[in-house]
């Protein structure tokens, strides 16, 4: 990196410019409230907001609105597939759905992340019947037999290749997609969230096919079981899937089976649940994840790969059991979230407006602070400049995108990518970019106008926005005039 301090005080002439910075709400991509096996400005589930369901309701649909009333805006697009549906067949990964749900999501502004389902609960879905007919299964787990459920053996070597072969086929034809956000690491247990029998081995055996198939998407394990921790130390980021619960959980009798009822029960509580008081029961939020994390190395995980939050139940429930929604969303910015889903169920009203402001705090939020340069630039010279950038929100930018200098004059553009530059690398926090950038030989003596902005690699837009008012309709911010010489 130059030090341009001693160039800067010869210099005669300097220039400084500082944008304003803005709260409102920034349409930026890999971050905020997701949709949920749909698009942007889907119609919501039915209901009060309270009732969700883990598989597809509406693939596909014909949406005609941005964001969808109740709900709040979406770059991404989160879908939960099951293993079934993808290899309905041996060896028959059906891509032409996946394609799609790309192609979709490009038409609506939005990219995907990923959840692969191994199998569900006793309710089902099994794992494919190709599967269940030849290889290993099992009905106990835990010394507990099920009359009406089977499931794989999750430390069988044919769970393993088979698995794997769907994960290695998905990974070889999408890895690195611009499109593709994350990718869940699941497969053990209902919904791959690591309940069940399985040795470590086993699980740094999986945690070692994700990261093989996905070595460029970045990767999220969840919290259960050992994938967790066979994950973290494979270099993924890390998901929970009943974020916000402060029931209180550990026995099926009490409060915790009333939740979601409608209307909210007056009957008294059986009385095992009466011996403990609502704030004192076990949770999730307070008894598991502090601990989970911790125990699985995962705290700093945040700095390389995501973290993704599922609520635990719907807002719309936290809010009629009145939970500490202040509570939750410190929490959740304390882990570094970068993405959320509330089961695409309409949101409390009330609520609105802090579900929003957690949205936007969430992930990554560069502020363009300032920017000082020499305005007086010689043809064959340099364009010196410092820019300070600072991340005001709480998660790194994990995907790839290019800082740049953009050079107007007339008809002429020019585009300097800065290549030592990565902003996967701001973390939260302040941001000091020097550069000695050789002044573009297509410059002709007079003024040119300079900009700075984020490229998206593939399509060499400026894609991101910087959280200050002056911005161009283009999303790039203006630095000001340079004098050629």
Partial sequence: MPDLREKFQQTPLLRRTRPTPTDAYLSNPHKGCCTVNTFAGATLRPGHGTGWKESAHTLFPNCTQKVTKGYLPCTVAYFKLWWRDLEPEKGKIDFEQLDRIFDEAAAHGQTVGFHFYPHGPEAGPPVPAWYAETYPMTRTKFGKTWENWAFPVYDSPEYLEHLGDLIRGIGARYDGHPQMDFVDIAYAGPWGEGSGEYSDEQAGRFAQVWKEAFPTTPRIANIGGKQLPAGIRSGSGWRCGCFGDLQPGGHFYGWHSLIGMQPAPTAPLPPRACQIARNLSYCHMYDHYPRAIIQAGATAAWKNAAVFFETCWTPMVWYQYDFDLDFIIQQGLKYHCSYVQFKQTVLPEPWIDKLHDFCKR???????????????????????????????????????????????????????????????????????????????????????????????????KCAINFAVKERYNDRWVPIGDVCVA
């Fill in 362 to 460: 969430m992930a990554y939020r560069f502020v363009f602070r300032q920017a000082v340069y020499n305005p007086q630039v010689r043809t064959g010279g340099t364009f010196d400049f410092q820019v300070w950038i600072e991340n005001v929100g709480v998660a790194p930018l994990y995907k790839s995108y290019a800082f740049a200098i953009r050079f107007r004059q007339g008809d002429t553009e020019v585009i300097r990518v800065l290549q030592n530059v990565d902003p996967r690398n701001w973390l939260p926090g302040d941001v000091w970019i020097e550069e000695e950038l050789p002044l573009p030989p297509e410059l002709k003596p007079g003024l040119a106008e300079v900009s700075a902005g984020l490229l998206n690699p593939v399509t060499g």
